[in-house]
C-alpha cells in the first residue's frame, strides 16, 4: 500500500532441505576401483563416516554439506553418507564440485543455518519511477521511513592510496556525462574465488557468479544502487574519453554483439575507438579476464536522457541501463568506488591508487513548493500539516516550513520528485493509503441546453443505424493511393512519421476507407454489406485559422459517409432478390438528411460512375456527394459489383428548423392522376421545382410513380405519370374542384416544358 509491493515472499532455500549438516573431510584415498572417484573420511564432530566421492575439489580440511543416506555400496567400497554439490541441495545449477563451506562454519551444524537458508527473498514489483528501490540500501530506507526503524546505512570509509597511479579521463560530452569517478588498483589476483557468503547474496538477488573482480561490481549496485565497471588497465589505449558516437563507429560488447553507434548513442571511448556504451555495457576489447593484473574502477554518472531506449534500439537490455534510464544517485560516486575497493582488496588483494573525482556537470535539484490546502485537496481529507512534516522527516527530505506550504528540496537519489504533486504522493503514502476514506463521486448534474434547431450527430448515427447501417471506425491515415485515385487529391497532408508505409497521409475523404471496409468484408464471403462512419476529415486552406473545426492552415471538418453492397434485401421467400443501386441509397440519404430539404444534381466526381452519380445539395447548398463507384476503381479493387457510396459534410445536417404545427383535415382527400409527354432530357427535380412553386392550394402532394420509354412514344420524349392528392382542411372537395386543380398543373407543366397529355 505503500507504493513498493512484494510481489512474492519464499524461502532462501529448498522447503525439502533437511538432514544435512557440516561434515569436514579427515582423509582423502583414491578408490581401489574407480580412477574418478575418491575415498573420504569425513567427521560430523559426533561420528566419522566413510563417503565415496568423485567430486574434482575434494581435499583434506575442506568443509562440505554432507547428507546422511545410509549405507550404500559403490563399486565394491561403502558409502554411508553423501558430499554434495550446490546442485544437489537445490541451491543453484552449479555441479562443477563440492559446495566449500566457511572455514569458520561449525562441524556438525545444520546447514541451512550456516548457509542462511532459513532467510526469505522478497520480490518487489517496482514502478519505473521508484529507481531508488533497485539496491538494498533504497529498500531499506523505505522500510525506515514506513515503520519507523532506524536506518544503518553502511558504513564507508576511504581507502587509503598505497600509490599514485592514475588513468586520465576526459568528459567531451557533459550533458551526457555529469561526472566521472575511478581508481587504478594495481598487482590484483583475479583468479580468487568469491565467498560463499557473496555468492549466495548475489544468486539470491538472481545474479549469477561470474569471477570476484565482476561478482563485486554487482554485489555493489545491489547493495548501493551503483553501477560500476571494471577495465583491465593495460588494455586502454590512452585516455578515456566520454563522447557521443561518430556514424560508423562499431563495438563488440561483453554479451558478444557488434553494434554500429551513431551521434545519439554515449561512448565510453579511448585511441582505439569505442571501447563501451555509455552506461549500458562494456566492451569486449578492455574486458578484465583471468590474466588480467592491474585494473581500472569506474564509477560514472550518466543522465536518464542519454540512455533511454539505446539498449533497446539494440534488443538488449543490462542492469546498468535499467537503473541509469531511470536515475541514479549522483552523489555516491566515490562511496561505489570506495566500497569496491575494499571489497577487491579483500578477495583479490592489490594496491590501490588514489580515487579521482571529476565532476562537470550535475542536475539541479530544484526545490518543490507543496501547499497544505492544495495537499488535503487532492488527498480528499484534511491531512494535519504536522503529519505531512513528520512524513517528509521520516523520509530524510531537506524540508522547510512556510505559513501554509511546505518547500522540500529533493535528494539525489529521488529522480521522481519534481512537482507539486509529488510530493502529496509521498504524504499520502506515508499517510497510509487505507486510511483515505472511500467518497461516492458527487455529481454536480446541471441540464444543458438542448435547442430545437441543433441535432447531435448522435441523432445522425441513430438514424443510419435504424437503415441497417452498421457504424465503423477507420485511421484517419491512409494510403496515398486512395487519395489520388477517390478524392482526386495529388498533394494531402503528409505524415512526418507514419506508423506504416501505407498509412502516410491524412485522408480529405471518407470513401478509400469504406471502400476498404467493404472490399475486406466481401474477401470473407459476407454478402450483403452496410456500413458507415463520422469522422474527420484534413484539407488544406491556407486561410484557416485555430478553432473547433480547424487549426492554422488546415480544415478538419466533420463528415459523414456510407456504402452499401450486395443485395437491397436479405434472403426471403416472397421477395426476388435483387442488388442495391442508387435509388435505394438515395432513399436512406433522404431519410438521414430530412426534415432539410434535399435536391440532387448530375455532376461527376473522381471516385463514381459518370452517368450514376450526383452532387447533393442541402437547402440550395453543395453539401456531398452520392453515387456507384467508378468501374475502373471496381476492377482495381477487386470488387465483382459496384457498391454505391455517398459522404456528405455533417456541419450542414446538423441545423433543422423549427418544428411548424399543421392542423391535420377531417375531410376525406381526392386523387387524381396525370401522365404528360415531356422532353427526354427534362429533369423531374425542375418539373417538381415548378409544381411546388405555383401549385393550387387544395393540392396537398404530387409523386411520380411511373416513368415509361417505348417505341409507341415520339422520339426524344419520355412519360411521365404522378399522382396527385388534392384536401381541403374546412370542407369535402367536389369533383369539379380536383378536375380544375388537375387542368391547372397539366396547363402550367405546359408552358413550363411545353408537356403534353398522353393519350
Known amino acids: 500500500m505503500a507504493g513498493v509491493e512484494v510481489e512474492s515472499c519464499e524461502p532462501a532455500g529448498p522447503p525439502q532441505l533437511s538432514g544435512v549438516v557440516v561434515g569436514e573431510i579427515t582423509a582423502v584415498k583414491p ?59 537445490g541451491l543453484s545449477d552449479d555441479h562443477s564440485g563440492l559446495l566449500e563451506l566457511p572455514k569458520s562454519a561449525k562441524v556438525g551444524s545444520d546447514v541451512r543455518k550456516v548457509l542462511g537458508l532459513d532467510d526469505h527473498i522478497f520480490t518487489l514489483k517496482l514502478t519505473p519511477n521508484r529507481a531508488d528501490c533497485l539496491c538494498v540500501l533504497g529498500v531499506a530506507r523505505e522500510v525506515s521511513a514506513l515503520t519507523g526503524a532506524k536506518l544503518r546505512a553502511p558504513e564507508i570509509k576511504p581507502v587509503l592510496a598505497k600509490n599514485r597511479a592514475q588513468h586520465p579521463v576526459k568528459l567531451t560530452a557533459p550533458e551526457g556525462c555529469g561526472r566521472f569517478a575511478g581508481r587504478v588498483i594495481r598487482d590484483v589476483n583475479p583468479a580468487a574465488p568469491t565467498p560463499q557468503w557473496m555468492r549466495r547474496r548475489l544468486e539470491g538477488a538472481g545474479q549469477r557468479s561470474i569471477s570476484a573482480l565482476v561478482d563485486v561490481t554487482n554485489y555493489v549496485m545491489l547493495e548501493l544502487g551503483r553501477p560500476l565497471h571494471v577495465y583491465d588497465l593495460d588494455k586502454l589505449r590512452g585516455p578515456i574519453d566520454v563522447r557521443w558516437g561518430r556514424k560508423g563507429e562499431k563495438v563488440l560488447l561483453l554479451n558478444e554483439q557488434e553494434v554500429e553507434v551513431d551521434e545519439s548513442v554515449l561512448c565510453i571511448t579511448d585511441d582505439s575507438g569505442v571501447i563501451g556504451l555509455g552506461g549500458i555495457m ?66 583479490c588483494g592489490g594496491e590501490p591508487g588514489p580515487s579521482v573525482d571529476k565532476a562537470a556537470r550535475l542536475p539541479k535539484r530544484k526545490p518543490v513548493r507543496m501547499r497544505v490546502a492544495r495537499a488535503q485537496k487532492i488527498l480528499g481529507m484534511p491531512v494535519p500539516a504536522t503529519e505531512m512534516q513528520r512524513a517528509f522527516t521520516r523520509l530524510a527530505f531537506p524540508v522547510k516550513r512556510e505559513k501554509d506550504a511546505f518547500t522540500v528540496t529533493p535528494p539525489s537519489y529521488r529522480f521522481d520528485i519534481a512537482i507539486e504533486e509529488d510530493l502529496i504522493e509521498e504524504v499520502a503514502r506515508l499517510y497510509g493509503f487505507e486510511r483515505i476514506a472511500a467518497h461516492p463521486p458527487r455529481v454536480y448534474a446541471a441540464m444543458l441546453p438542448a435547442p430545437e434547431t441543433r441535432r447531435a450527430l448522435h441523432a445522425l448515427r441513430e438514424r443510419l443505424a435504424a437503415a441497417d447501417y452498421r457504424e465503423v471506425i477507420n485511421f484517419s491515415f491512409v494510403e496515398p493511393g486512395w487519395e489520388a485515385d477517390l478524392a482526386g487529391e495529388a498533394n494531402p497532408i503528409r505524415l512526418l512519421n507514419p506508423i506504416a508505409i501505407h498509412q502516410s497521409v491524412m485522408r480529405t475523404s471518407l470513401m478509400g476507407s469504406l471502400v476498404s471496409n467493404v472490399r475486406y468484408n466481401q474477401a470473407r464471403k459476407v454478402p450483403r454489406i452496410r456500413v458507415f462512419e463520422v469522422g474527420r476529415v484534413y484539407l488544406r486552406d491556407a486561410s484557416a485559422q485555430d478553432g473547433p473545426l480547424s487549426v492554422a492552415g488546415v480544415r478538419q471538418p466533420v463528415h459523414i459517409g456510407a456504402a452499401a ?83 456528405m459534410e455533417a456541419e450542414p445536417l446538423e441545423s433543422v428548423p423549427l418544428p411548424r404545427p399543421q392542423v391535420p383535415s377531417k375531410y376525406p382527400p381526392v386523387v387524381r392522376d396525370m401522365a404528360l409527354l415531356f422532353d427526354s432530357n427534362t429533369p423531374v427535380q425542375a418539373v417538381f421545382d415548378a409544381i411546388e412553386a405555383e401549385k393550387p392550394p387544395i393540392v396537398r402532394a404530387v409523386r411520380l410513380f411511373s416513368l415509361y420509354r417505348g417505341e409507341t412514344l415520339p422520339p426524344k420524349r419520355k412519360s411521365l405519370a404522378f399522382r396527385v392528392v388534392m384536401q381541403h382542411t374546412e370542407r369535402t372537395l367536389v369533383d369539379a374542384e380536383a378536375d380544375a386543380a388537375r387542368d391547372a398543373l397539366v396547363a402550367l407543366l405546359g408552358r413550363k416544358f411545353s408537356a403534353i397529355l398522353r393519350n
Open 31 to 89: 578408490h581401489p576401483n574407480a580412477d574418478q572417484l575418491t575415498v573420504c573420511k569425513v567427521t560430523t564432530g559426533k561420528k566419522t563416516l566413510q563417503v565415496v566421492c568423485g567430486a574434482p575439489n575434494v581435499r583434506v580440511g575442506m568443509k562440505a554439506p554432507l547428507a546422511d543416506i545410509g549405507g550404500k555400496n559403490l563399486r565394491g567400497v561403502d558409502s554411508e553418507a553423501m558430499l554434495c554439490s550446490a546442485r544437489e541441495l
Open 565 to 647: 453492397y450486395g443485395p437491397v434485401l436479405d434472403e426471403q421467400w416472397d421477395t426476388a432478390a435483387r442488388g442495391v443501386d442508387f435509388f435505394d441509397v438515395k432513399a436512406d440519404l433522404e431519410s438521414l438528411v430530412a426534415p432539410l430539404p434535399v435536391r440532387f444534381e448530375p455532376a461527376a466526381h473522381p471516385a463514381l460512375h459518370p452517368g450514376r452519380s450526383a452532387r447533393v445539395l442541402v437547402d440550395s447548398k453543395p453539401a456531398g456527394w452520392i453515387g456507384e463507384l467508378h468501374p475502373k476503381w471496381q476492377q482495381k479493387y477487386e470488387l465483382p459489383q459496384p457498391p454505391v457510396l455517398f459522404e
Open 282 to 347: 562494456g566492451g569486449e576489447s578492455t574486458k578484465a579476464d583471468a590474466a588480467t593484473r592491474n585494473i581500472f574502477l569506474e564509477s560514472a554518472f550518466f543522465y536518464p536522457e542519454a540512455v533511454a531506449g539505446r539498449a533497446r534500439r539494440y534488443n538488449f537490455a543490462s542492469d546498468a541501463s535499467h537503473r541509469f534510464e531511470r536515475g541514479v544517485d549522483f552523489a555516491n560516486n566515490v562511496d561505489g568506488i570506495e566500497r569496491a575497493t575494499r571489497l577487491i582488496l579483500e578477495l
